[in-house]
């Protein structure tokens, strides 16, 4: 372990908030194993071994939980899925579970298939348009209509872009040393506030809604008003609530980040767009992927494997040690923040050659070669392993597929493309391209 010193009362809080992407590369350059650094008063140790990584996302996951920072958007998901910490978290993971398992997600392809139909019905013959915000748009009618069982008129206004409030405050709230209490009337304090409140609203219609309209109980509000009604120990309404939000906000934002990721790398590497194209338009019969046909878009796949290593939207995860604990040979005290970031690891020479490159001929069969657990790990691992992994991937490929089949996409060489980590790794500012509809 390596300690990297700043010799400034806030430690490296400045270089951290100015770019915490280059930050940590530049950090996990002076050692293979943790490097020990200061964000304000706080020791942070950072992950760079894969063993490492496992023990503390897998095997003494108990002795940590969420990071506080994550807590930021507590106001908004409440103890929900992402945020709950045991005995809450097993028992909620538990009831969820079942709607997410491969089998039962199939259902789900159809209605995927059919939103995405009709949201690329409205596109024009050629325009330009703002992708990012498309996806936003589309994934967030995906979540509602397949979990909910809900279509939410005029989403994008009326969750998007609230959402994206609440997601800006708390990313400035996480990188300043030092934070007003919630009380206080500032303005982000009063956008945040107000930013939830809308979203509670929409939340409560839609639980009010199925209480009085009991149609598609199968869906995962159906699971949860269900087990709400039948389960000896009764879920409260707020923690009902709180999943709802969470499904909604985790269920759409990150695919869609994903997903604009992966339009970028691809209009600005031709040949890898070309063979997906090919292969989306030789092996699909009609204008969007059917569920039978996702499993042989293997290129496809690829392509969004090799996007989440090089942009995984989940950059960073954040852990606190509960009790103390050793990691390798280093023994963690109770209260040691400590940071993992995918990003960081899936960019490493010593695992990749040429890491920077985007290359998708590096995964065989969804697998990457002769690489290590746990350096690649996009959504996460363990017990709070992303539990709309497949949901995500098979969404993923049924969108790209679609976009690849009626479209050509053309990349405006003026953007400025940057990354933009936030909560999640956004890009700065979105991504805008023209677009030609496929005769
Ligand atoms: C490409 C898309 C996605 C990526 C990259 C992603 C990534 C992740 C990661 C890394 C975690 C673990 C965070 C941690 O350990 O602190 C996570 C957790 C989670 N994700 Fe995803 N996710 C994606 C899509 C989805 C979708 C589609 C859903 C829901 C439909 C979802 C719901 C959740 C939930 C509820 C959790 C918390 C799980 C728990 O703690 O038990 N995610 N995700």
Redesign the pocket.
Known sequence: MITVRSGKPWGHMRSFRKDPLSFLQMAAKYDDEIVSFRLGHKSVKLLVHPSLVKEV?VSKADCFH?SKPFQELEPLLGNG??LSENPT?QKQ?RLIQPS?RPAHIKKYADLMAESTRCFLQDWGEREERWISNDLMELTLEI?SQT?LGVDIENGHELVGKPLETVMEIATKRIRSVVRSPKSWGTTDNIAFKQAVDQLDGIVSKIIENRHVNKSNAEDLLGVLIQSQETSTEKMEVEQLRNEVM??LL???E??AT?LTWTMYLLMTNKNIYQKVQAEVDRLCKNDIPAYEEVNHLEYTEKVLLES?RLY???WL??RLAIKEVMIGEYQFKRGQTVMIS?YIMQRNSRYFEEPERFNPERFVKGKLQKVPEYVYF???GG???????H??ML??IIVLGALMKNFNFYFNKESIIKADPLITLRLKQGLHAYVERRK
Do not use: Q, S
């Open positions: 996302l969420k899925l992402l978290h993971r997410f979540i979990m969470t499904i985790a269920g759409h990150t695919t994903a989440l995984p939207p989940a995860i954040g995918p996009p959504f996460g017990t709070r392993v992303c539990i709309g992994k949901f995500a969404e993923a």
